[in-house]
Structure formats: C-alpha cells, structure tokens
C-alpha cells in the first residue's frame, strides 16, 4: 500500500512552459486535494475532488487547472507556467469529507525562471 | 474567514524535556483538526486528528487538545527526543460549502529542535 505518490520530485521550468504535476492514490479515496505550500506559509487549497468526474476550485486556483478520470488519479496542469507558481505542491486524499484525515503525498518541489 | 495560528514560530529545547505546542482558530465551526508533523524536504504525516466532539487524543506520547469553544487546540509532546525535531503543523477542517467545502486551513507551523 504505498498511499498517495507524486512525480515528479522536481522541476525546473521556464516561463510560459506547461507541465502537469501527477498524483495517484491506492487507498480508494473519494476526495483528493492539491495544494501549494510557499516558504514559510501553511498550506493554500487549490482544487479538490470529490469523485471521480467531479472537481471544484478552491482558494487559489488560477492558472491551475485539473482532471478526475478515474478514483486513484487527480493530475494538476500548470499552463504557462509564471514565477509566482514557484512552490511546492502537495496532493491529499481521504476517504470522505468531514470525519476523515487527510494522507499527504511527498510534495512536488517547482521552479519557474 | 477562518485564520490558524501557531505559536511559538520557533522552539528549541534539550532532549527529555516536556513541550507545548499551541494552535488557535478564529472560527469554531469545525468539523474536526488534525496535527501534522513535516520533516525538511519532505511531505506532512498525521499525527494525530480530533473531531469537534472529542477534547484529546493521544498517540504514544504525543497528547493534542481541543477546546473548540476558546478556539484553541495544544500538542504535548512528553520525554521530547531529537528524533522529534520537525516542523508541526496544525489544520481545522471547517464546516461550509463553496470553496471551503472540504478545505483545511493550515497554521504557519512551529519549527521544533530537541538538542542532545
């Protein structure tokens, strides 16, 4: 059960370039999250999923975009990519809402130049 | 809006000491919160989660509190190790739709060091 897994560990990216961020989890998890964690700051929501074909914006979500095809997988899509988006993006998962403790992945680390 | 604040930023103290790490939420509407332990360049392992029902969990010898009416939640942690240096972090998962709708709002974190 290796839980919730990102690749890649790191990137460098240019200005303008697109890259999509990779998240799956083998815990059949409903709900699935991504967020980003710049230095020094707690964690900002960006989108979140409650299942498969269902997602929903959260508090930062511009220039962001993503996709829920199957249960295990919630990919993050940066489109042209801007030095504000140089962060480190973490992707959750748990079972349902509320009661529920969210399991993080090990984080994404991006640089945009 | 719901605001998350960890004191103290920093803590450095000797191995075996007994510490509190303090949380406090502007927004009692919760459904629960959950303290996250983040080691340096790598991802947030739970710790420990409390419903808005409970008032404490422990796991070995970590102890969090919620005192969700004073919006307030404590992590104890006993006979501190330097195998607990880590950046602690906690996360209120607040009641709501709209964008808050499964959201967890995170503190700024205390970063802990226990020296031999």
Known sequence: ?????????????????SMTLQC???MNHNYMYWYRQDPGMGLKLIYYSVGAGITDKGEVPNGYNVSRSTTEDFPLRLELAAP?????????????????????????????? | KQEVTQ??????????ENLVLNCSFTDSAIY?????????????????????????????????????????S?????????GDSA????????VGGGTSYGKLTFGQGTILTVHP
């Open chain 1, 1 to 17: 059960n290796a839980g919730v897994t990102q690749t890649p560990k790191f990137r460098i990216l240019k200005i303008g370039q």
């Open chain 1, 24 to 26: 799956t989890q083998d």
């Open chain 1, 84 to 113: 504000s988006q140089t962060s480190v993006y973490f992707c959750a998962s748990s079972y349902w809402d509320t009661a529920y403790e969210q399991y993080f992945g090990p984080g994404t680390r991006l640089t945009v130049t």
């Open chain 2, 7 to 16: 004191i103290p930023a920093a803590l450095s103290v000797p191995e075996g």
């Open chain 2, 32 to 72: 629960n919160l959950q303290w996250f332990r983040q080691d340096p360049g790598k991802g947030l392992t739970s710790l420990l989660l409390i419903q808005s029902s409970q008032r404490e969990q422990t796991s070995g010898r970590l102890n969090a509190s919620l005192d969700k009416s004073s919006g307030r």
């Open chain 2, 74 to 82: 404590t992590l104890y942690i006993a006979a501190s190790q330097p």
């Open chain 2, 87 to 94: 950046t602690y972090l906690c996360a209120v998962k607040q």
